[in-house]
């Protein structure tokens, strides 16, 4: 997994959820926001998070469930 690789995942998507990323890698979405960050640091990438509308406030989901990256280009 590098750099370009994530891109072309995200950009052919549109929008990934970090758990997908991540399952695609075969690692864990700790490895992946990194990569991700410095794609949102050029301006290529949104992090976009499930609003609280869809929540129901239990707690008891991951938060990389609720975490997911728009292409932007």
Same mark, same amino acid.
């Given at each position: 997994?590098?750099? /370009? #690789? ?8 549109? &929008?990934? %959820? +970090?758990?997908? /990323? #991540? ?8 490895? &992946?926001? %990194? +990569?991700?960050?410095l ?10 998070i499930v ?23």
């Amino acid at each position: 997994m590098d750099l /370009i #690789a994530v891109k072309q995942y995200v950009r052919e998507r549109g &929008v990934a %959820p +970090l758990t997908d /990323i #991540a399952l695609h890698f075969k690692t864990d979405a700790d490895t &992946v926001r %990194p +990569l991700l960050a410095l794609w949102i640091a050029k301006g290529k990438i949104k992090k976009r998070i499930v609003s609280a509308e869809f929540c129901k406030g239990c707690c008891k989901c991951d938060p990389a469930l609720l975490e997911s990256y728009e292409w932007l280009d």
